[in-house]
């Protein structure tokens, strides 16, 4: 009787090892810590290009936190003019380690959604680009010194124009 015991606790035992979670990878976590830059709550404002080409202000605000373990981030974005919300947006930013590159997945209240790639540069620059046939619209973030600058920029064939800017300070880590 004591022997069968003695094998159930080690049987369970060995199974509660398939229940712990696993860690990040070393390599995945020295990437996602690049972007410690960008995690806090931001708030600001900027302009984007209407359909007919004239600029329209907003007042935004972005919330950026790490998750599961810090092997993702997490930004949720809220864009007004007034009352009126007219930018609404979930993101995820994680790091395919076998791929060596950033994926940043977009979800709008639009119901539009993506997935696409992105890189940083040395001097905490964040950018993701969404490519289409015959067009490239590209987002560029440099964080300094708390403060947060964004552009948005498409390319038709070989011209490029700016229709999004975008500046907010960091309120808090």
């Not at 090892?17 to 931001?42: D, H």
């Not at 540069?121 to 490519?131: G, H, R, S, Y």
């Amino acid at each position: 009787m004591q022997k069968l015991m003695l094998v159930a606790v080690m049987a369970l035992l060995m199974n509660l090892n398939t229940f712990a979670q696993e860690t990040i990878s070393p390599a995945k976590q020295k990437a996602m810590e690049k972007l410690e830059f960008i995690v806090g709550q931001w708030s600001g404002g900027g302009w984007m290009m209407n359909r007919e080409g004239e600029k329209q202000t907003f007042k935004q605000t972005e919330a950026i936190q790490w998750k599961v373990g810090k092997a993702i981030i997490l930004i949720e974005g809220q864009g007004k003019q007034g009352e009126k919300i007219v930018h609404d947006a979930l993101a995820i930013i994680s790091y395919d380690e076998t791929a060596d590159q950033y994926n940043f997945r977009s979800y709008l209240a639009s119901g539009r959604e993506g997935s696409y790639t992105a890189t940083i540069e040395e001097d905490q620059t964040f950018i993701w680009a969404i490519e289409a046939p015959g067009v490239t619209i590209k987002y560029t973030i440099q964080v300094k010194d708390d403060h947060w600058h964004e552009i948005g920029e498409m390319k038709r064939g070989e011209s490029w124009f700016q229709f999004f800017e975008m500046d907010l300070d960091r309120l808090t880590k």
